[in-house]
């Protein structure tokens, strides 16, 4: 890995160049929350973030789209997307993690073609964090980004210690080289110690050893339907969550009844017609069968790692309030 | 809201063969039919005879707008005073002159093939069913709450954010969540999701936020008195002192 420094001040010019790779997004806050959103200069940007909504992978997947236009007499379909270069600056270490998650499924298990394109033309510009109440990264390991990114910033009193964490960004660290200053001794000190800090700040927990275990021998409990009486089943716990990565199509036929599109729109487990297939049969029809997949999916293991990386996000924007950690604590018994 | 499919209209007529379309047509025809669209709730002896006669006559039955589907507002205080109760303090007589039932959606009466909902439908709603009945396939039904769409256009929550009582879990989406979009928290105009949504929990997370139990009541009820879980806690609220209204 190399290490540059940028010097506060020249983070306007470092943001102009990344212009030149592609439109850029960043944290900005609208009302009382964040989103990803176009940029100008580093101005808009609220980099103190602590999570937005909606998390950077509706770069990716996105949250609706049209697919292709088909027409069924000529037996032909055109796919409408277009490619664009972008640039996501500021995305936090949960979420690149989050990234490589969604990359092993939708780039080498089930390649998702319109999902790979974007992520190959896309700039990653990573930022440091602190945590809230709600961030429990670091009890999944996911509280630090050792790649998955191009560029990674972190905050210095007088800069920025970048990590480059890619030929892509090795590239763009060379041509911004008179912004960029070589790392001293008291910047290594100094970003060291922000993150021995950084460490100590974390105020929620969650053991997540033999989670997949714990899950599994608590099939049957009680705790599923408690929290199910709770739950709308609205699906914004999975429609906020980085990892969550499931989608439903629908076409719709133009008044010729010859020719239409086909829509793509994320989905949710949570909701009654995911668990639902052809004859009428649903795999799923109740809440607390569909509270208990969602909770066995994050739960389970992806080679080394769970499908959550601790964001928060789906406590925090439950409309009832659902609490993840303590539904896994009283799964495991600890409440 | 049929009608305002100005762009599309001719086109779609094209493809039909309509018997009966009083809004639009003096023709009528009392036939046999492929599909019968239907609005307006049963509220009266005579329009359910005309219901019944419609299901019989028809391969397919539509209803369309929340009035069709759940009653709409006329059916906001079912559940809360008898017929003659109603009628005396309307008409200072007991008697049920028009022969009038508590206002219901046709499914309370007959079997319904599918719900087009909302007050007013949306028409593009409309409009992609009936392409799809047209070209063969199922109509898309939306039993998933405006949350998802809220989510999917990234648009605030109005409720978590803003403590603002919306009622966008427990309402079925196909709105693309146009008024939490402008800022303003779901009234419910589309109704609940049948056989889904979660009312008891709308009113905890209502009284949590500060909101009194009548109001949260009233709310409930504007759109959704006849769906069962709505009535019940609407009758378990009405045995307990009334509230002093709004936040």
């Known amino acids: 890995m190399k290490y540059v420094k940028l010097p506060k001040e020249n983070l306007d010019a470092f943001v102009e160049n990344l212009k030149t790779h592609g439109k850029v997004y960043g944290p900005v806050k609208i009302g009382e ?12 940007m609220s980099l103190e973030y602590s999570r937005t909504m909606i998390p ?8 609706k789209e049209r697919l292709f236009t088909f027409n069924e007499e000529k037996g032909e379909y055109k796919e409408t ?4 270069k972008i640039v996501v600056f500021g995305i936090h270490p949960c979420d690149i993690n989050a990234l490589k998650l969604m990359d092993k499924i939708y780039i080498d298990e089930t ?15 990573g930022y440091g964090c602190h945590p809230d109440e709600y961030c429990f990264c670091h009890s999944l390991g996911t509280n630090y980004a050792a790649d998955g990114f191009d560029l990674f910033l972190h905050e210095l009193k007088d800069g920025f210690f970048v990590r480059v964490g890619s030929d892509k960004g090795n590239a763009i660290v060379s041509e911004i080289s008179e912004l960029i200053k070589d790392v001293e001794g008291s910047d290594i000190e100094e970003f060291r110690a922000a993150e021995r800090k950084r460490e100590k700040e974390y105020t929620l927990e969650l053991n997540i050893r033999g989670i997949t275990d714990m899950l599994a021998l608590a099939y049957e409990s009680e705790v599923w339907k408690e929290y199910a009486d709770k739950c709308f089943g609205c699906g914004s716990c999975n429609l906020v969550c980085p990892t969550c990565r499931c989608y439903d199509v629908v076409d719709n036929v133009n008044l010729n009844l010859k020719s239409g599109e086909r829509l793509r729109r994320l989905d949710s487990c949570m909701l009654r017609k995911h668990g639902l297939v052809a004859g009428g049969l649903n795999f799923r029809p109740t809440r607390i069968e569909r509270l208990r997949n969602r909770f066995n999916c994050k739960g389970s293991l992806r080679e080394d790692t769970l499908n959550c990386v601790g964001c928060g996000r789906c406590t925090v924007y439950c409309p009832s309030q659902i ?11 600890e409440l | 809201m049929i009608l305002n499919l100005e ?20 023709a009528h025809e009392e036939t046999d039919l492929d599909v019968a669209f239907v609005e307006g709730s049963v509220s009266t002896e005579e ?10 006559r028809s391969k397919i039955l539509i209803a369309i707008g929340d009035c069709a589907v759940w009653g709409c507002v006329q059916a906001m205080r079912n559940q809360e005073m008898s017929m003659k109760e109603r009628m005396r303090k309307v008409y200072d007589k007991e008697e049920n002159f ?49 949350c998802v769409e809220c989510k999917l256009n990234e648009y605030q929550c109005l409720l978590v954010e803003k403590g603002m009582p919306c009622l966008g879990p427990i309402i079925v989406a196909g709105c693309n969540a146009l008024c939490p979009g402008l800022g303003v928290d779901c009234i419910g105009c589309r109704g609940p999701i049948r056989d889904e949504t979660n009312a008891a929990e709308e009113l905890n997370v209502l009284k949590e936020k500060g909101y009194d139990e009548k109001y949260i009541k009233n709310r409930l009820k504007f759109f959704g008195a006849n769906f069962g879980e709505i009535a019940k806690l609407s009758k378990m609220l009405e045995k307990k002192q009334p509230g002093k209204g709004g936040k």
């Open chain 1, 56 to 63: 950077p992978k509706k770069f990716f997947l996105k949250l």
């Open chain 2, 98 to 146: 028009y022969d009038v039932l508590e206002p219901k959606g046709l499914s309370a009466y007959v079997d319904v093939d599918l719900e087009i909902p909302g007050c007013p439908i949306d028409k593009i709603e409309f409009l992609n069913a009936v392409l799809s009945l047209l070209h063969g396939d199922l109509p898309e039904v939306k039993d998933y709450p405006v």
């Open chain 1, 33 to 44: 929350y964040y989103s990803f959103q176009e940029i100008n200069n580093s101005k808009e």
């Open chain 2, 47 to 56: 329009g359910l005879e005309r219901l019944k006669d419609i299901r019989k």
């Open chain 1, 323 to 333: 609490d993840y950690v303590e539904v896994l604590k009283k799964v495991r018994g």
């Open chain 1, 111 to 125: 390649p998702d073609k319109y999902y790979k394109m974007r992520r190959e033309n896309a700039v990653i510009v």
């Open chain 2, 7 to 26: 762009d599309e209209l001719l086109d779609l007529l094209s493809n039909l063969d309509v018997k009966s379309f009083i809004m639009a047509s003096s």
């Open chain 1, 81 to 84: 997307l277009e490619e664009e």
